[in-house]
T-cell receptor, first 111, second 113 residues
Framework: QKEVEQDPGPLSVPEGAIVSLNCTYSNSAFQYFMWYRQYSRKGPELLMYTYSSGNKEDGRFTAQVDKSSKYISLFIRDSQPSDSATYLCAMSDTGNTPLVFGKGTRLSVIA | NAGVTQTPKFQVLKTGQSMTLQCAQDMNHNSMYWYRQDPGMGLRLIYYSASEGTTDKGEVPNGYNVSRLNKREFSLRLESAAPSQTSVYFC????????????FGQGTRLTVV
């Protein structure tokens, strides 16, 4: 079993929909949880990060972490065509090891 | 503000040829990484350098070597390219090892025929 599991999709939604992206993980030592966004033919860019459990909101984006279930989510409200990209979750423990990435979920928002 | 710069952006190699992928960052970051990205496989870590003067193997190091030339530059070398090394290669850097914000380059698309 990979340390981080992420459904690769693809996921296609109409403009304005609420999108839910998820990752599960097996390493209970992970403390930092991140979401990266990668547009086609570009490098990934950090979208949001959360420390330990809880929620974090940034505009239309909300990141949730449930450490008891080893489950993290990214919600996108009022999705836009410009949100079409691949979303990768990433995790880190205490900072002494490289980030561990999920495989990424490809999202298309259709106008 | 260049961030992380990779060269070249595209390359076609014949099986058995060698080449070096260059990466430079201008953010004074301590840690640098090389990943490969393949369809359905996600980002896989090849090698990393936690700090200047150190390098370590990642998940898929076979067939590759690296050099941390100085704090800014981290190169990846393919000594004898194989078709299985056809991929998109990304260099990344973080302020410290395991840092939450990794900055990525634009990628190098390598095809080995």
């Amino acid at each position: 079993q990979k340390e981080v599991e992420q459904d690769p999709g693809p996921l296609s939604v109409p403009e304005g929909a609420i999108v839910s992206l998820n990752c599960t993980y097996s390493n209970s030592a992970f403390q930092y949880f991140m979401w990266y966004r990668q547009y086609s033919r570009k490098g990934p860019e950090l979208l949001m990060y959360t420390y330990s459990s809880g929620n974090k909101e940034d505009g239309r984006f909300t990141a949730q972490v449930d450490k008891s279930s080893k489950y993290i989510s990214l919600f996108i409200r009022d999705s836009q065509p410009s949100d079409s990209a691949t979303y990768l979750c990433a995790m880190s423990d205490t900072g002494n090891t490289p980030l561990v990435f999920g495989k990424g979920t490809r999202l298309s928002v259709i106008a | 503000n260049a961030g992380v710069t990779q060269t070249p952006k595209f390359q076609v190699l014949k099986t058995g040829q060698s080449m070096t992928l260059q990466c430079a960052q201008d953010m004074n970051h301590n840690s640098m990484y090389w990943y490969r990205q393949d369809p359905g496989m996600g980002l896989r870590l090849i090698y990393y350098s936690a700090s200047e003067g150190t390098t370590d193997k990642g998940e898929v190091p076979n067939g590759y070597n690296v050099s941390r030339l100085n704090k800014r530059e981290f190169s990846l070398r393919l000594e004898s390219a194989a078709p299985s090394q056809t991929s998109v290669y990304f260099c990344a850097s973080t302020r410290s090892h395991g840092g939450t914000e990794a900055f990525f380059g634009q990628g190098t698309r390598l095809t080995v025929v």
